[in-house]
């Protein structure tokens, strides 16, 4: 591929999902079944992996749901690590609506070729939150299928490490009910905490890390309104006056602890381009984010379909995806264009100046046009602490080019999201804890 210095690779494995998540960022359509089928006959002879770097450490399985292809990828694990000698770990993001027999299987033969293991459960919170992103009765399958999937590992004798954690993502309507009923607030944590201990409690097998990772994100990129972000800006105070952690506040933190190596761009931004790249057998791309963009069967039948069926389709209506396509998403037999991409997303991780000065001048406009904080219209350092928060914190070029065309200019959305008070809030936060 020339990518010598790749170490991590986010690979297509699946095309199809049994859920139908209101915020999921891959629309759904009648194709994808099929695009399933050609993922899982690609998958079967392992040959997909003979093309990916040899420094490879880390492989992600990405797609829709991991676990419909979980069984092929188990029985190619020896040829796997053949291929890629230096492998470390495999990492998946699951709704774990399967039976968590597969996952356990996975985890016996990652044991025997010495392969880490480290999973993400999606998991937005009590019923009242994931079954009404992601369908009814969801959160009790979810849940029971935790505590089988214990069971199971407990009979497990592991050399491997093996962790879990939460993945919980609010949409801003999750936020407003929430904040209309203080009370959801503290059952959504007691949630996470009750679950975590009492898997924690069950678990016997000394190999297996449980995280209580219940700080939730929002859905990304979203489409904010400056009423938005007075919403999150009231959320996030009420975190912060009873002590709930908030993935945003250590992200800023991380931030403010390291300001000192600063000049360390990549080292702040988000990995994909730089040591992390998709690859879906035939091309590679920024991330797993813009896998199924190059399959024109699907990319027409997501526009045959009313917009109303998914939850945002705008990015193919407009014509953003041809941008990307073009320029994003490269052969990987095309040493040329390679060359190209990762000449290109060297800008993006390498530099600052251009990126944090657009923001910067987002930031400025609209809070002259009354869309953000009059604070960031007056106080240059609190625009320029935004503008960094933006670009570190909320590091993605794969959503800056569906937004806005290019990998060095945010959506303007997110700037709304956190320039309505949430941000002020995480600057003092950070104090608190230490990040002066």
Same mark, same amino acid.
């Given at each position: ?40 006959? +690609? ?26 292809? +979980? ?14 000698? =230096? ?24 044991? *025997? ?27 009790? =399958? ?66 297996? *890390? ?43 933190? =991380? ?49 045959? +379909? ?77 625009? *320029? ?38 941000? *002020? ?12």
């Amino acid at each position: 591929m020339g990518l010598e210095l790749i170490e991590a690779c986010e690979v297509l494995t699946s095309g199809w999902c049994p859920l139908r998540c209101v915020y999921c960022y891959i629309p759904k359509s009648d194709k994808m079944k099929k695009l399933h089928a050609d993922i899982v006959r +690609m998958l079967y002879d392992g040959r997909i992996f003979l093309m990916l770097p040899k420094n490879i450490r880390s492989i992600g399985l990405w797609g829709t749901e991991p676990t419909l292809t +979980m069984k092929i990828i188990e029985n190619n694990l020896d040829k796997i690590k053949e291929c890629l000698p =230096r492998l470390e770990r495999i990492d998946f993001s699951t709704n774990m609506m399967m039976p968590p027999e597969i996952i356990v299987s996975l985890i016996r033969k990652a044991d *025997e070729v010495g392969i880490n293991v480290s999973f993400q459960v999606s998991l937005d919170g009590p019923e009242w939150i994931t079954d009404s992103n992601r369908g009814k009765g969801v959160t009790r =399958r979810i849940v029971n299928n935790l505590r089988k999937f214990i069971n199971l590992i407990n009979n497990v004798k592991l050399s491997i490490n093996v962790s879990m954690r939460w993945k919980p993502t609010l949409a801003i309507g999750n936020v407003r009910e929430m904040n209309r009923h203080p009370e959801l607030i503290h059952e959504y944590y007691h949630f996470f905490d009750k679950l975590t201990d009492e898997l924690k409690s069950m678990c016997r097998n000394d190999k297996l *890390e449980i995280i209580n990772s219940s700080a939730p994100t929002l859905v990304v990129p979203g489409k904010y309104t400056s009423s938005d972000g007075k919403e999150l800006a009231k959320f996030f105070r009420y975190l912060a006056d009873n002590r709930y952690p908030n993935a945003y506040v250590f992200r800023a933190l =991380r931030v403010f602890r390291y300001r000192n190596e600063l000049y360390k761009v990549r080292m702040f931004t988000c990995s994909g381009g730089d040591s992390n790249i998709g690859f879906d057998g035939r091309c590679i791309h920024i991330c797993h984010r813009t896998f199924y963009y190059n399959n024109p069967e699907y990319v027409e039948s997501i526009l045959d +379909m009313p917009e109303y069926q998914n939850w945002d389709v705008s990015h193919f209506r407009r014509g953003s995806i041809n941008n990307i396509n073009k320029f994003y998403i490269v052969d990987a037999n095309d040493e040329f264009n390679i060359a190209r991409f990762q000449y290109v997303m060297r800008g993006y991780h390498d530099f600052w100046k251009l990126k944090l000065s657009i923001t910067y001048t987002l930031i400025k406009e609209l809070a002259a046009a009354g869309q953000v904080s009059s604070v960031y219209l007056h106080d240059d350092k609190m625009a *320029e602490m935004l503008s960094l928060f933006i670009n570190t914190a909320l590091s993605c070029p794969m959503e800056n080019l569906l937004n806005t065309g290019s990998i060095h200019i945010p959506t303007i959305s997110l700037i709304r999201v956190f320039g309505n008070g949430a941000f *002020e809030i995480i600057v003092d936060e950070v104090r608190r804890y230490g990040g002066r």
